[in-house]
């Protein structure tokens, strides 16, 4: 009788190794390819990390394009983009939601320096960490790490903070 209960017992461990192991290498797998495409939207996109399309950041946004949401909420990439985003996905190209915001020319804040008042507003919003300085101390943009998401435009109290053109290197 403890004969075949130990059977049992050594039968359904068996059982649960095997059909675990299933199904960790099957999650791996499935896994692999999804972040792999992840992977290629994310770096397809302008990397603005702007929010504008609604998500965090441009990671989340192609986290969600790879679950099937629309191609066309990036603004700062535009239609180059959304045709990028379209070719690897197979799929129709769409025009931009303009709910998101308009297509610009790449653009880079500049901080009037003079005006700042070092209250560290602006880095706290850049989410690039393009903004350096210290409490009560000036701040400035290092301009090639800004990607003119705009972010840091709201916070400053003073509006020392500029929006430009971005020259061409």
Excluded at 20 to 49: H, M
Excluded at 61 to 87: M, V
Aim: net charge negative; glycine share 6%; with cysteine.
């Amino acid at each position: 009788m403890t004969a075949n209960i130990l059977i049992a017992i050594f039968t359904f461990a068996l059982l649960a190794l095997l059909l675990g192991s299933a199904l960790c290498f099957a999650a791996k797998r499935l896994k692999g390819d999804r972040n792999a495409l992840v992977e290629q939207i994310n770096a397809i996109l302008p990397q603005t990390q702007c929010g504008q399309c609604d998500y965090a950041g441009c990671r989340p946004y192609a986290a969600a394009i790879a679950q099937g949401e629309a191609i066309n909420k990036c603004p700062p990439g535009g239609e180059a983009t959304i045709q990028a985003l379209a070719n690897l996905l197979e799929q129709e190209a769409v025009p931009l939601n303009t709910e998101h915001g308009t297509h610009e020319a790449p653009q880079v804040v500049i901080i009037r320096e003079d005006d700042c008042i070092g209250c560290t507003l602006c880095i706290q919003a850049c989410p690039v960490d393009a903004i350096v300085g210290t409490a009560k101390q000036m701040h400035t943009v290092i301009t090639d790490a800004c990607t003119g998401c705009k972010l840091c435009l709201p916070p400053c109290p003073v509006d020392c903070i500029d929006l430009t053109q971005r020259v061409a290197a």
